[in-house]
Structure formats: C-alpha cells, structure tokens
C-alpha cells in the first residue's frame, strides 16, 4: 500500500475508534483552526489542547511532514510542512487513562497548469452551431475552480471543472457573420473568495475564428480560373483589392463543395460563375 493510502486507512481507523469511544468524564479535546485552506506546498501550524487538571499526552495525526514547534501540560502547537493534499487532521489526547479526539480538514489549493482551447475548424459556417473545447490541466478544488468561455472580452459561458486530467469543459455558439476574424478563448477561475481568499484567474491564448454563409447585395461580376489558384495574381486581386489569401482559401472551398458561400470580405462565388460583392 502507498504511503499516502497507509495514512488515510490510518486516520480512518482513528476517526472509527473515536466514535467507539466512551465519553470524555469532563476532559475535551480541541484543535485550532477548525479548518484551513492552504497552497499546496505550504504549511500551517495546528494547535492540539486538552481541558484536563493534570499534565496530558498529545499527539497530532496527519499525512503530511510535522514537528512540534511549542508545548505546555495540555496543549502542544505543530507545524505541518510541504503539505501536498487534502486530508484530515486528528488531535489525539489522554487524560485520566481516558482518550478523547478532535478533527479538522485541511484543504489544499493549486492553480491550474494550463488551459487551452482546442483547434477550431479551418471554416464554419455561419448560423451553425460550433461545439467549443476548453482543456484544463490540473487545479483544486475542483468545487471552487470554473471555466469561462470568451468571445473577445465578452463573457459567452459559464461552466464547473469536473474530473479528468486534462478537463474537458464543452461549449455551444452560433457564430454570426460579424465573428469573422473574432478571437475565442478560454479563462479558468479558481474562487476561493467564500475561504477568505480571493478570485485566481488565467486566460488561454486566443484562437481566431474563420466564418462563412451567404452573402448580401446584388452587384456582379464574373470569377474566374485565377481566382482559385492561391498565390497568384488575377482578376480577384484586380477588380477587388484587398482580397487576399484567406478569402481564396474558402473560394476554394466554395469550388470544391459546389456551394456559394459568403467570404469575410463580402464576395460570393458559385463554382467559376458569377460572384456577388456585398
């Protein structure tokens, strides 16, 4: 069995007897804090004290590293160092030949080690549905820690972190035409402001989305062979300035698929016809 599993049957096993245990005849086991949330890798120092008329053994159970730091007849102050998870803290006294025990659960917290938001599609449609990932790497507690959904600044989505390394946290968008070029990201939160802390956060580094769907207007004009061929020059690049190769990058879509489709720029071409600038 691993050391931290050892530990935790250990402290259970305690907690069980506790309960078995005959009451107190007027002695009481007490632990300061009652609970605590610390950053992982930190320390805290826990106060074990016993009301007892006579000097008391004392001892504090714990899975992590501890030392005891001062004392006196009926209570003794540990330190615990490099504490790396949650567990549970039991004081353990003797009085009078009688034991009697005290809990607390400490609380460990760690930001996440990275947030990312999946791929997006070379092209989507304008008005479909798109299905957005964000992945979250590592991060406690799970309870407090969220994942925010990002359309520039605006806020799009709100949703827990579960379970798994990395989290898969899953959003829904309509994108419109107006998110052509609109960068997405994701943005993890960690709010330990109800544990007296404060709101931790991070942003993922921005994806930039690509739209197409039909396009407006009504003025003409004629496509032709050069306006598919990426990287070179020809009647798209003369008549239409400013059309570079992203727009001839879904022109090629357009052509492959035999559907008209709205460029980011406002020009629609069905197959090698007529196209509509909007």
């Not at 950053?39 to 074990?48: H, I, T």
């Not at 790396?84 to 659960?105: G, N, Y």
Request: aromatic share 6%; hydrophobic share 40%.
């Amino acid at each position: 069995m691993a050391p931290g599993a050892a530990g935790a049957a250990r402290l259970a096993l305690l907690a069980l007897l506790w309960t078995l245990l005959p009451g107190p005849g007027g002695a009481g086991t007490s632990i300061h804090p009652s609970e605590a949330i610390i950053p992982r890798g930190g320390s805290l120092r826990v106060n074990c004290s016993i009301s007892c008329d006579q000097k008391a053994i004392l001892s504090l159970e714990a899975e992590s590293t501890k030392k005891v730091v001062d004392r006196r007849n009926n209570w003794k102050v540990f330190e615990l160092s490099d504490v790396q998870e949650d567990h549970m803290l039991l004081c353990i006294s003797m009085c009078h030949s009688e034991v009697t025990m005290a809990s607390m659960d400490l609380t460990v917290y760690w930001f996440p080690e990275h947030v990312e938001l999946a791929p997006l599609p070379l092209w989507q449609p304008v008005g479909e549905e798109l299905n957005l990932s964000c992945l979250v790497s590592g991060g406690a507690p799970r309870a407090h820690l969220s994942v925010v959904l990002l359309r520039g600044e605006e806020e799009l989505g709100r949703q827990p972190v579960g379970k798994g390394e990395p989290a898969e946290v899953m959003f829904t968008v309509q994108p419109r035409r107006e998110d052509h070029g609109t960068n997405f990201s994701c943005r993890w939160e960690l709010d330990l402001r109800s544990q007296g802390l404060e709101l931790f956060q991070n942003t993922s580094a921005p994806r930039k989305l690509q739209t197409y769907g039909e396009a407006l207007g009504s003025q003409q004009r004629r496509c032709t062979e050069g306006d598919f061929l990426l990287g070179m020059r020809g009647p798209w690049e003369a008549e239409a300035p400013g059309h570079g190769a992203a727009e001839k990058v879904a022109t090629l879509i357009a052509k492959a698929s035999g559907k008209s489709i709205f460029l980011a720029t406002g020009v629609e071409c069905s197959g090698l016809g007529a196209c509509t600038e909007g």
